[in-house]
Nanobody, 116 residues
Framework: QVQLIESGGGLVQAGGSLRLSCAAS????????VGWFRQAPGKERESVAR????????YYADSVKGRFTISRDNAKNTVYLQMNSLKPEDTAVYYC?????????WGQGTQVTVSS
């Protein structure tokens, strides 16, 4: 059972930056693809970014492309989400998830609030 712990959320002004971290409890974390998701109040959860096991292949939602960067350090069992040029519409709880064919493991989430 892999436990995921997100950190790095907080309150930031529009145009600012945050870096989220997703730390895993097991070394097997490197065997999984990892995704970042977010859910704003009253909205459905949406996929933000994902990264493959090696870190070579990444995907971004159109809404964050060019502003967010996902990366991973398998030696540290950690995946990062660098968020730049933040907008008020980026306000949400951000979750990381890991898995093979599907996302089997989820973190508890970290709140990101962007003020205008």
């Amino acid at each position: 059972q892999v436990q995921l712990i997100e950190s790095g959320g907080g309150l930031v002004q529009a145009g600012g930056s945050l870096r989220l971290s997703c730390a895993a409890s097991e070394r097997t974390f490197s065997n999984y693809r990892v995704g970042w998701f977010r859910q704003a109040p009253g909205k459905e959860r949406e996929s933000v970014a994902r990264i493959n096991r090696s870190g070579i292949s990444t995907y971004y939602a159109d809404s964050v492309k060019g502003r967010f960067t996902i990366s991973r350090d398998n030696a540290k069992n950690t995946v990062y989400l660098q968020m730049n040029s933040l907008k008020p519409e980026d306000t949400a709880v951000y979750y990381c998830a890991a898995g093979d064919l599907k996302y089997d493991y989820w973190g508890q989430g970290t709140q990101v609030t962007v003020s205008s």
